[in-house]
T-cell receptor, first 110, second 116 residues
Framework: GNSVTQMEGPVTLSEEAFLTINCTYT??????LFWYVQYPGEGLQLLLK?????DKGSNKGFEATYRKETTSFHLEKGSVQVSDSAVYFC?????????FGPGTRLSVLP | ETGVTQTPRHLVMGMTNKKSLKCEQH?????MYWYKQSAKKPLELMFV???????ENNSVPSRFSPECPNSSHLFLHLHTLQPEDSALYLC???????????????FGNGTRLTVT
C-alpha cells in the first residue's frame, strides 16, 4: 500500500539555522508529492508540490525535490524564521486519494 | 472569501446531542473530503465525495453521517458521540481529473469539537 514516513520531531532550531525535514514514501505508480504546513488554530495549507521525478517544488524559501531513486521528498530551508514555527506534513496523492505523514513540529527560537 | 469555509469553528456537545458541521467551498472543485485530526495521530480520512460518488473509510463509526447536497457544500451530522471523538475536523476540496492528473487538497480551518 501507499505510505509516508517523516521524522517525528519536535525539531527546535535557532533563527537563521538550516532546516531539513526528511520524508520518504512507499507507493505504487507515480504519485504527486506535497508539503503542507499547519499553523496553530488553522487548517493545513499547501506549501509546495512536485508532480514527477526530479521536479523541485519551492515556495517562501522552502524547497523539496522529488527523488524517485530514493523515494524521498525532503523539505529544506536555508534560513528559518520564528514565523516558520508550525507543523509540517508530507503527503502523496493520486487522483482523489491522499496519504499524509504524521507531521513534524518545528519550533524556531529567536 | 476564503476558499474553504467551515462552521462552527468551535463546538462543545454532550454525548446525547445531535449537531452538524458545515463546509462550503468557493473554488469550483468537484471533490470534497472530511478528515479527522486527533492529537498524536495521523490525519484520518473519513469520507470523500468525488464526482457525485461517496467513498468512505470503513472504520468510521455510524454516529458520523456525511451529506453532500451539491459540489460546493458538505455536512457532517453527529449524534451520540463519545469523548474520544473530540478532535479537529477538517474539510477539504480538490479538483479531480483522473489518477494521473492531481490537484492539491485545499483545507478549511477546521471545527474544534469537544464531546463532554
Amino acid at each position: 500500500g501507499n505510505s509516508v514516513t517523516q521524522m517525528e520531531g519536535p525539531v527546535t532550531l535557532s533563527e537563521e539555522a538550516f532546516l531539513t525535514i526528511n520524508c520518504t514514501y512507499t507507493a505504487t505508480g507515480y504519485p504527486s508529492l506535497f508539503w503542507y504546513v499547519q499553523y496553530p488554530g488553522e487548517g493545513l495549507q499547501l506549501l509546495l508540490k512536485a508532480t514527477k521525478a526530479d521536479d523541485k517544488g519551492s515556495n517562501k524559501g522552502f524547497e523539496a525535490t522529488y527523488r524517485k531513486e530514493t523515494t524521498s521528498f525532503h523539505l529544506e530551508k536555508g534560513s528559518v524564521q520564528v514565523s516558520d514555527s508550525a507543523v509540517y506534513f508530507c503527503a502523496l496523492g493520486y487522483g482523489q486519494n491522499f496519504v499524509f505523514g504524521p507531521g513534524t513540529r518545528l519550533s524556531v527560537l529567536p | 472569501e476564503t476558499g474553504v469555509t467551515q462552521t462552527p469553528r468551535h463546538l462543545v456537545m454532550g454525548m446525547t446531542n445531535k449537531k452538524s458541521l458545515k463546509c462550503e467551498q468557493h473554488l469550483g472543485h468537484n471533490a470534497m473530503y472530511w478528515y479527522k485530526q486527533s492529537a498524536k495521530k495521523p490525519l484520518e480520512l473519513m469520507f470523500v465525495y468525488s464526482l457525485e460518488e461517496r467513498v468512505e473509510n470503513n472504520s468510521v463509526p455510524s454516529r458520523f453521517s456525511p451529506e453532500c447536497p451539491n459540489s460546493s457544500h458538505l455536512f457532517l451530522h453527529l449524534h451520540t458521540l463519545q469523548p474520544e471523538d473530540s478532535a479537529l475536523y477538517l474539510c477539504a476540496s480538490s479538483q479531480v481529473r483522473g489518477q494521473d492528473q492531481i490537484s492539491p487538497l485545499h483545507f478549511g480551518n477546521g471545527t474544534r469539537l469537544t464531546v463532554t
